[in-house]
């Protein structure tokens, strides 16, 4: 059974299950790297037949193999794809940024350029479930920043990638796929092999160990973000239906053990119904095993004065989901500062966001919220500044710029301005 706590009873520190431990994938991490990095595609093939059990004739998926996977996909489900993607697409076009060139001031231009990166390498998992959301929420953005090579790589099944992901690779415009998983895919974006290009950025969810690899490679490559356990947090009225929330709950239980579901409620009664209806929806779960031991060791119900304190809460421990399932969500929606992505009113349960409304999955978790965003087309670009002044323009600010110079001790740039106007 779910916990039902009093929120003055409750360990703030603890309302989620956070944080993860390296100690142990740390150092297995750390030996896979340095393997590829010195034995580049021998070690990606040795790994393949460790951890798959077979090395592919190939590591890359060849064209054929393309177009027989997406053509063994329904045709409904790419139809849904196509849909998907063309939300996904209609949201992230709003945030691309344009560069910018000021020439106020007479003999001075100043500006900024945003240019995208080159390469970058997206991480599908392929492990207890495979995600073609992943690689469209991943994708599509770098597509609109503007990227001019898209590297995915993924674990195989059988010596074969899942033709769903295939095809969301296809929709999304995928450039490479590689037939590589885990650490060791992680190593071969980062430096390089033979056969798999160095990328500039590694973005995508995994597991420990590629949560790990992508920890340790910072600083050779940029990456997204380090991705903990999945998280959501529910604030729920009296009114709200408890199968809705039960529901919800478990949408993100299912993901793994060590997810964290959470109910703030004002409503004693809707407490404790809830926790019924968990019970009764767990039992039906193919996932259930999993779902199980989330809840009933990451989950909560939390019973509170009234919402404003929920919303306190939230704030407080910055959930990657939040859900207001309250009448006139829009009320509080100023009052919401740390969350990743907030769905607002009975009628949008967080599976939309996972999917199909168009906004990113890929979402701040371990409370990093509080300083960070989703993925977004920002994360594909980069920028550069530039100045331009003219003598006249330069003679005007050297002696500012000189003075400025010598307060910080640095009589060499202070000379740099001032040699010009020497004779």
Request: overall charge negative.
């Amino acid at each position: 059974m779910i916990k039902i706590l009093n929120y003055n009873d409750v360990n703030k520190e603890t309302i989620f299950c956070r944080g993860t431990d390296s100690s142990e994938v740390g150092p297995l991490v750390s030996e896979i790297l340095k393997n590829v990095k010195e034995k580049k595609d021998s070690a990606l093939l040795s790994y393949c037949m460790q951890f798959d059990g077979a090395a592919p004739k190939s590591l890359e998926v060849t064209d054929t193999e393309i177009r027989q996977g997406f053509a063994s996909v329904d045709q409904r489900f790419i139809d849904i794809l196509k849909k998907a993607a063309e939300n996904i697409t209609a949201f992230h076009r709003h945030q691309i940024r344009s560069s910018f060139m000021l020439n106020e001031n007479d003999g001075i231009i100043i500006g900024q350029k945003i240019v995208p990166l080159d390469k970058v390498g997206v991480y599908v998992p392929g492990g207890t479930a495979s995600y073609p959301s992943s690689v469209l929420m991943n994708c599509i953005p770098a597509k609109l920043a503007g990227v001019n090579e898209i590297i995915m790589v993924t674990p195989v099944k059988n010596g074969t990638v899942s033709p769903v992901i295939i095809a969301a690779a296809k929709i999304a415009g995928v450039d490479r796929i590689f037939k590589v998983g885990g650490a060791q895919a992680v190593a071969a974006l980062s430096y390089g092999t033979e056969t798999i290009p160095k990328v500039d950025k590694i973005v995508g969810p995994g597991n420990a160990f590629v949560a790990e690899a992508k920890k340790q490679v910072f600083g050779t490559v940029d990456i997204d973000m380090i991705a903990g356990p999945s998280e959501i947090l529910v604030i729920a009225d009296k009114t709200c239906n408890p199968k809705y929330v039960a529901a919800d709950m478990l949408s993100q239980a299912e993901h793994d053990k060590m997810a964290s579901a959470v109910l703030v409620t004002d409503s004693k009664e809707l407490a404790s119904a809830v926790s019924i209806e968990l019970e009764n929806q767990l039992s039906l779960l193919p996932r259930k095993e999993i779902a199980r031991y989330s809840i009933e060791n990451n989950g909560k119900i939390i019973v509170t004065d009234n919402i404003r304190t929920a919303l306190k809460i939230a704030n407080d421990i910055a959930p990657e989901h939040l859900e207001l399932c309250v009448d006139n969500p829009f009320d509080y929606l100023d009052s919401i500062r740390n969350a990743g992505s907030v769905f607002l009113g009975k009628n949008c349960p967080e599976a939309l966001g996972d999917y199909f409304a168009g906004p990113n999955h890929t979402l701040p978790t371990n409370g990093t919220a509080k300083f960070s965003s989703p993925l977004s087309v920002d994360d594909f670009v980069k920028k550069y500044q530039y100045t331009y002044y003219t003598e006249a323009a330069l003679s005007k600010a050297a002696e500012d710029i000189a003075y400025f110079a010598e307060k910080e001790g640095l009589s060499a740039h202070s000379k740099s301005v001032t040699v010009r106007f020497e004779g």
